[in-house]
């Protein structure tokens, strides 16, 4: 795990202290014992900061036969820890440093809301009205990759339920991306062998490489883009060893044409490789246009699928 550089020792993977006061516990914080309390200083203040919400249920139906509505508040250093949370209504809420752990969220919605360093450890959510993109600086990839997986995976069965594909394809997307953090974070695990570091450095790689090409299947315009340069790659390639593959091109267009027509496998003949080399290399395009395009039709159909 060290690697010697000059007669100095680097560390290869460095690990980060996993504790943060703020975001696992209320220190000195003050109890709300009941639901009527809640509400009293939910009507008499704005910021709401270092509270405990003790019950275990938080029901917006409790005294009224509406949904609780709780509008422009700042909660801090709050927990909502272990609780059941039903049929709340906040809108443009901020929530920094607030414990949700093993929250459950039933028949509630978020509206323009943001959620700051919050811990989501194990929460549910059920019928729940979410933007996905309320949870871009919630956690820390370094320090709560397995969080981001159960909160994105809760996230992405609950808009499957409710039938949001937007939001199911952001939450997806970010399932796979906070996949890929905890495989970073698993290589630099000491418990586990050099042959379980090597092949979850291996995965971590796999997960990457598909991420930067094409979003893990999900994001159209980086797979497209992926396309877009592997054209011009080989182009460059086919008029560069244009006498080695044996090819007829005078000029770069020539070649641009040559390749993008034998990666859609059109393959006119009028342009076509006398050297070994050339017909190999124009095989390893068709196979690899084979691939991308159909990336891109995948893509595509996720887009217009019902």
Same mark, same amino acid.
């Given at each position: ?6 007669? %100095? ?8 202290? !996993?504790?943060? !006061? ?37 029901? *917006? ?19 909502? +820890?272990?609780?059941?949370?039903? +049929? ?43 933007? !996905? ?31 949001? !594909? ?5 939450? /997806?997307? /970010? ?29 971590? *790689? ?39 593959? *044996? ?12 390749? %993008?027509?034998?990666? %859609? ?8 490789? @006398? ?18 395009? *159909?990336?891109?039709? @995948? ?8």
């Amino acid at each position: 795990n060290l690697l010697v550089v000059g007669g %100095t020792i680097v560390s290869i993977f460095k690990r980060e202290n !996993p504790y943060d !006061p703020l975001f696992w516990k209320v220190e000195n914080g003050t109890d709300i014992d009941e639901f009527d309390d809640f509400l009293d200083i939910l009507e008499k203040n704005t910021t709401l900061k270092k509270l405990i919400y003790k019950p275990d249920l938080l029901d *917006g139906k409790q005294k009224y036969q509406y949904n609780l509505s709780i509008e422009d508040k700042y909660f801090y250093n709050f927990s909502f +820890n272990f609780t059941t949370i039903r +049929n709340v209504v906040f809108a443009n809420c901020s929530f920094e440093y607030v414990k949700f752990r093993e929250a459950k969220f039933v028949d509630c919605q978020f509206r323009n809301c943001k959620f700051i360093k919050c811990n989501f450890l194990d929460a549910n959510f059920v019928r729940v009205l979410i933007d !996905p993109t309320s949870f871009k600086e919630c956690l820390d990839k370094k320090l709560h990759s397995n969080i981001g997986v159960k909160l994105y995976q809760k996230l992405l069965k609950n808009y499957r339920d409710e039938d949001q !594909p937007e939001y199911e394809r952001y939450a /997806q997307y /970010q399932f796979y991306k906070w996949k890929r953090y905890q495989d970073w974070r698993d290589i630099s695990d000491d418990k586990k062998s050099p042959w379980e570091r090597f092949l979850k450095f291996c995965n971590w *790689g796999a997960k990457y490489f598909l991420d930067y090409f094409n979003g893990f299947g999900l994001k159209f315009w980086r797979t497209f883009r992926s396309l877009l340069i592997i054209i011009l790659v080989f182009s460059y390639i086919n008029f560069y060893f244009k006498f080695e593959f *044996g090819l007829c091109l005078e000029t770069y267009w020539d070649s641009i044409y040559f390749t %993008t027509i034998s990666m %859609t496998t059109l393959g006119y003949g009028d342009i076509t490789p @006398s050297q070994l080399a050339g017909k190999l290399f124009a095989s390893f395009q068709t196979v690899v246009g084979f691939l991308f395009f *159909g990336l891109v039709a @995948s893509v595509l159909f996720r887009r217009v699928a019902p």
